[in-house]
């Protein structure tokens, strides 16, 4: 997969790609992420990417230009060849009009082969570009953020787990929590004594049905009490 994100603020990226498992899914080549600042892409002489909001009110807007022209620069093409023109390739606004980022949407937002985030800023963007430039509005919360990177740094991490290949244990995503609309099971390590608070005994058997008959029954329990939401599919 390739991962492209347009920001004013590329160095907040840095420590984030650069540590843990999204370094070694670059490294091991099954992502690759450019970082642009959408400065370079302004054609004022100050570089300037915001202006005041026609009709007035408070705060500034992202120009359209700036981005389209990230955009374009990036795919190679004119604006309007490109959106909904590949169904591999998404351009994402993150914003929090989006629709909410949950583990369905990462999932399927991990069979694209490229992902091209536009971070947003000040008030937000023009309108023009969620009308014509995006393929989708992502919202990481019904809460507002000074800008979109944190949000692009959610979505990359979640995404990039599902990408063949980049965690080392397959299984570890089929028993998290919302598969299956459940939460997974509480997980204990040693010691299995622990100032007296100690593991339940089943998992110290051996007994791998029973263990397994055990953590089916504790996600049920434990979801039923902390999402019967999920049970009922409405965390899709
Ligand atoms: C201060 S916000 C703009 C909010 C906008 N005035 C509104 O009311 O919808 C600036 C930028 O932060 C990002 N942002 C803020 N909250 C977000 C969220 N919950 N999810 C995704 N992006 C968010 C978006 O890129 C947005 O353009």
């Known amino acids: 997969m390739r991962i492209d ?3 004013i603020f590329p160095k907040m990226f840095e420590a984030v790609l650069n540590e843990s498992i999204i370094k070694r899914a670059q490294r091991k080549g099954k992502v690759k992420i450019f970082v642009h600042n959408l400065r370079d892409y302004s054609l004022d002489k ?28 990036i795919l190679g093409k004119d604006y309007k060849k490109i959106q909904g023109n590949s169904s591999k390739t998404k351009v994402i606004l993150l914003s929090p009009q989006g629709k909410i980022l949950n583990h369905q949407l990462v999932k399927k937002l991990a069979k694209n082969r490229h992902l091209i985030l536009i971070c947003g800023h000040y008030e937000g963007v023009d309108e023009r570009v969620r009308r014509y430039l995006i393929d989708e509005e992502i919202s990481i919360g019904d809460y507002i953020l000074t800008g979109g990177e944190l949000p692009a740094m959610v979505l990359i991490d979640s995404v990039i787990r599902f990408i063949p290949g980049v965690l080392g244990d397959k299984k570890s995503l089929k028993i998290e929590s919302f598969e299956y609309n459940l939460l997974e099971y ?3 390590t040693r010691p299995a004594n622990f100032r007296g608070m100690k593991v339940p005994k089943i998992l110290l058997s051996g007994d791998h049905k029973r263990i397994k008959e055990y953590r089916e029954k504790e996600a ?3 979801t ?5 939401d999920l049970l009922l599919g409405k965390g899709d």
């Open 46 to 73: 100050h570089r300037k990417v915001d202006d005041r909001p026609f009709g007035g009110g408070s705060g500034m807007v992202m120009k359209p230009e700036p981005i389209f022209r990230a955009v374009e620069s």
């Open 5 to 7: 994100i347009i920001t």
């Open 220 to 222: 049920l329990k434990l």
């Open 224 to 228: 039923l009490n902390k999402r019967p």
């Open 186 to 188: 509480p997980q204990y």
